[in-house]
């Protein structure tokens, strides 16, 4: 069965440096998502991709972050400047046109800020 | 806003029985509820998605139900087995119109134990 893949799995990294995690998303999906989960909190959406440009993004998506799709294949989640509260598994997620179809995550990566 | 809860946070049974694991949802208006599973260090696993139209949706030994109008779903476990230790969320798809249709609120999850 086709998965969503992300890489790295972890990625440490030290307060104020920028970050890329990469997302190939399944081949028939159209709309693309990053969510993060903080470890021991809630599953927190961050922002919808659909038709390369954002659809919707939550007030935690601020202007230290950005997504892209540069080729087609890879969904990037980048974040300029990284702070500590930054620390958490960030999730993409993809499903195809359809709208009642089930999203399907990633296995996540853990980024640590330290 | 929407708040989704689940209830209990955590819970401990024995392998062979049938368990039921509670949502609930403050805003009616939604599209869909989905059920996930998430493995420790894992992402997440759709089991079950249920349309607002639909009362329940059936695969295998799990069965949900949905209440829309009273803001409750239930995620039913039958004869559970070690193998089902896991967190289980839910989550919620406002019925809000837009182009995106994944944004989601979770709740926060039960975490299930299954002892042999």
């Known amino acids: 069965e086709p998965e969503v893949t992300q890489t790295p799995s972890h990625q440490v990294t030290q307060m104020g440096q920028e970050v890329i995690l990469r997302c190939v998303p399944i081949s028939n999906h159209l709309y693309f998502y990053w969510y993060r989960q903080i470890l021991g909190q809630k599953v927190e959406f961050l922002v919808s991709f659909y038709n390369n440009e954002i659809s919707e993004k939550s007030e935690i998506f601020d202007d230290q972050f950005s997504v892209e799709r540069p080729d087609g294949s890879n969904f990037t989640l980048k974040i300029r400047s990284t702070k500590l509260e930054d620390s958490a598994m960030y999730f993409c997620a993809g499903r195809p046109r359809v709208i009642n179809s089930p999203l399907h995550f990633g296995n996540g990566t853990r980024l640590t800020v330290t | 806003k929407q708040e989704v809860t689940q209830i209990p946070a955590a819970l401990s049974v024995p392998e062979g029985e049938n368990l039921v694991l509670n949502c609930s949802f403050t805003d009616s208006a939604i599209y869909n509820l989905q059920w996930f599973r998430q493995d420790p260090g894992k992402g997440l696993t759709s089991l079950l998605l249920?349309?607002?139209?639909?009362r329940e949706q059936t695969s295998g030994r799990l069965n949900a139900s949905l209440d829309k109008s009273s803001g409750r779903s239930t995620l039913y476990i039958a004869a559970s087995q070690p193998g089902d230790s896991a967190t289980y969320l839910c989550?919620?798809?406002?019925?809000?119109?837009?182009?995106?249709?994944?944004?989601?609120?979770f709740g926060q999850g039960t975490i299930l134990t299954v002892h042999p």
């Open positions: 989550a919620v798809l406002p019925n809000a119109g837009g182009t995106s249709y994944g944004k989601l609120t």
């Open positions: 249920i349309q607002s139209s639909q």
